[in-house]
């Protein structure tokens, strides 16, 4: 029988949180492998978040693309959930950290999920192609799959835009990506070949933002993640113009006006 | 006696939600009146959090130094209550906005708070100055005003860092820019007027980003909300690792170390 | 062409959120329909949740049976997420109502599923028994169909206790209210078939609160959200524990035992 | 020098989560030192609820109050920040313990710390009496100091009930236990000078439960704590309810009425 020696369980207890995401000792801190003092200047944010989740730094013309799909989904007014529940909670005399912590938790698979999920049916789409379908075919084939399981097709039509305003400047951006060899285009090709498929439903911000996602090369789930870091700005600026406003326990609708009871 | 018309109830309720942070129409996004379109692809995410709490696009020396002041707060080791609470919720069985929104919880008047307390003592100090008094003076006046509250000094000190290694490039950075005359330089004095008061006990991260948030003349709380959406790239990578493992219900410690009973 | 009228609007904004689960009017509070008066003294908090979530008073042997799923739920020690999150929580300088979401925001479908995807499970079993399956026979099919999905099944097996202390007491409890035709016993005698079919893997927790709120007619997901209230009265006497410790930026692991870099 | 030994960085780390709330052991689980098997068929949520946060069990008129107290906070209609929240939360796609937690992270200062609030300044009235001060004298002095610090005194008047439908029962039965010797009644007496100095500004739900919290010997932060408690039935109910209803992403008034923008 071996004995564990003090070093052992020391050891086996700090590596319960090992990780190769970060080093932090006495005067280090390093992200990713890189010392922070090195980032310190020279990084921009959306560096940062290249660096945090592909563990290297990205080339201006990637991070032109992130930035295009971060800042088209920073907001979209008072009324979307994760801002109007940001609103609401401010009001009720918790932190900002807080009130914020709520937007970000309503971002669930309905409301924050239809990128990661326009991630998934695009690789599907390129997968097939991949391995020899033809794009109309794949798309034909992918579509009905998804449609077979919900009467929503991520990524496409918007209840309240008749044609979304951040589609064509999104997609542009691509377009010239591809064109330059900045990214493959796959994702691109299979988001215009579902756009053909079912014409005239036009492709939404999710849409776009997953094609950007899918030829930067990040996987699916983190198409959610990096919504929730964008978003995160539009939640800020209205949690903390709500605060200004010095409004307490805001409900959804004037007091005045007050709910049918039904029995 | 008037009678409420119509119309009158309809915008009653719409201007309960009233915000001048953007306007969403159909067909129509605008983020601090400025259409989306033109934002997407000359934009960066960091012009984007500035545009959202300032209403106008920064310079690139100033967007250089919000940036600089982000990426300095991403992360701070598996340990950090923000990124570890995140981690454990991750192998729970929620969304990775679930777990993002957790880790952004915890960022309180203890942990996330330092930023904007420290903010709001180099704005008493710089009010002082602007009233007259000598900055030394002006400094041990607030000092000793702070320390009468609390045995803690927003900003300086470090339980684990003897020096923090952001503090020199971030100063650096605020030096090159009151020298070039991009930021006036009052919170940059504050700071290093504080740390030459209190020696040898050294500026840390939340004091050198204070600088840097009031140099830009971001108000006090918003230090904390900028430290939350920098802090939520660390914690969506560290999540996003977690889940990569495949653990499920995480707990603080190896499960076979369990803890004491004190009746 | 109609007009809307001044009342049509309001009515429609109003019943924007209308609702069946309570009402209150200026000096009136209902609780699915019942003055709150007449509950103040005479209804227990448990008697509450079953008025608000089945729209009528429990009988004394309903309401014991309730309890104690719930007084089983309460905690399971610092260790699981649950509460270790809401005890870190509490130390970073936000509210105990923050701490306390915070836990309750882990109880997802990994840690906190079970009980409801338990009483899915014996549904089935039921469902196929009414439409004239033996039980065996029955169980033997849910439990092939359920394991085809995932190696857990949900209510079985315990990765810490050999035998769950709470087993016996909950199902004597279900047996004699069996006995004496408080409930009738459909899903008591799903959760001793599975038992009996996997053995010697023994119930846990969540297969025997499972075969309450069964029986009890609680739909599957409410099974999720009475375990929630009772874990919330555990995550409260931790986070206010810890609280009273003051320790401040609790970390998972003393601070001196740090973690392992793997680069 | 000493060598800390395998078993001593054990110990250490289990102590990091030393509890005296629960002990869970392979086998075991206590709370507060009692066997869980022999609180299942005996204790109620409430004896639990006491138990967890007194370390004993209630009396059974102990326990009549508590619950009053819980009963009378269960809900208080969807305009409810906590609820409206949690109602908009559960159309987003995400799991009922995160509508949930999103509800319970909105009770703050503002919209959840009344009764903490009142507890505290009912204690400053009784701790004055108890050093010789007379009732009113008490009353006007402390009724004076926090009239300086805010126009709000907890506990006491309402923006919506002219006269709270829940002060009477409540006080009645408070009444009732001071009468019978059950409490000692300092709280009741201070909560009734209260609002005989401030008349006709009448006690609230927050006032009257105040009362009982503090006759029953929980310190303030546990009003807010047990006030998470019971107004997490009624967030679950909601939000139920909501789920059932099947809408998606729900925004705080119908889509067709929109912000009004203010450039």
């Not at 109309?136 to 918007?158: C, I, M, N, Q």
């Given at each position: 029988?071996?004995?564990?020696?003090?070093?052992?369980?020391?050891?086996?207890?700090?590596?319960?949180?090992?990780?190769?995401?970060?080093?932090?000792?006495?005067?280090?801190?390093?992200?990713?492998?890189?010392?922070?003092?090195?980032?310190?200047?020279?990084?921009?944010?959306?560096?940062?978040?290249?660096?945090?989740?592909?563990?290297?730094?990205?080339?201006?013309r990637q991070?032109e693309l992130?930035?295009?799909?971060?800042?088209?989904?920073?907001?979209?007014?008072?009324?979307?959930?994760?801002?109007?529940?940001?609103?609401?909670?401010?009001?009720?005399?918790?932190?900002?950290?807080?009130?914020?912590?709520?937007?970000?938790?309503?971002?669930?698979?309905?409301?924050?999920?239809?990128?990661?999920?326009?991630?998934?049916?695009?690789?599907?789409?390129?997968?097939?192609?991949?391995?020899?379908?033809?794009?109309?075919?794949?798309?034909?084939?992918?579509?009905?799959?998804?449609?077979?399981?919900?009467?929503?097709?991520?990524?496409?039509?918007?209840?309240?835009?008749?044609?979304?305003?951040?589609?064509?400047?999104?997609?542009?951006l691509v377009e010239r990506a591809v064109a330059d060899g900045v990214v493959?285009g796959?994702?691109l090709?299979?988001?215009?070949?579902?756009?053909?498929?079912?014409?005239?439903?036009?492709?939404?911000?999710?849409?776009?933002?997953?094609?950007i996602?899918?030829e930067l090369?990040?996987?699916?789930?983190?198409?959610?993640?990096?919504?929730?870091?964008?978003?995160?700005?539009?939640?800020?600026?209205?949690?903390?113009?709500?605060?200004?406003?010095?409004?307490?326990?805001?409900?959804?609708?004037?007091?005045?006006?007050?709910?049918?009871?039904?029995?």
């Open positions: 029988m071996t004995v564990e020696t003090n070093d052992d369980v020391r050891r086996r207890v700090a590596d319960w949180w090992a990780t190769s995401v970060s080093r932090v000792e006495p005067g280090v801190i390093e992200l990713r492998g890189r010392p922070i003092q090195e980032l310190l200047g020279s990084a921009s944010l959306t560096d940062a978040i290249w660096l945090m989740l592909h563990g290297t730094l990205p080339t201006p991070a992130l930035d295009a799909a971060l800042v088209g989904s920073v907001d979209h007014g008072p009324h979307a959930p994760s801002i109007a529940v940001a609103r609401m909670s401010a009001t009720c005399g918790i932190g900002l950290n807080n009130a914020i912590a709520n937007g970000v938790n309503v971002m669930g698979d309905v409301h924050g999920g239809a990128g990661q999920q326009c991630v998934e049916l695009y690789t599907e789409i390129r997968d097939l192609t991949a391995a020899g379908s033809g794009l109309d075919e794949a798309t034909r084939v992918v579509v009905e799959r998804w449609r077979a399981r919900s009467k929503y097709l991520p990524g496409f039509g918007h209840r309240f835009h008749p044609r979304d305003p951040r589609r064509d400047p999104l997609v542009g493959a796959d994702f090709a299979a988001g215009l070949a579902v756009e053909a498929a079912i014409a005239p439903v036009p492709m939404n911000i999710d849409g776009a933002t997953a094609i996602y899918g090369g990040f996987p699916a789930p983190l198409a959610r993640g990096l919504f929730v870091i964008a978003r995160s700005v539009g939640i800020l600026a209205h949690a903390w113009e709500e605060t200004q406003g010095g409004r307490r326990i805001k409900g959804p609708i004037p007091p005045d006006i007050r709910p049918t009871y039904r029995p």
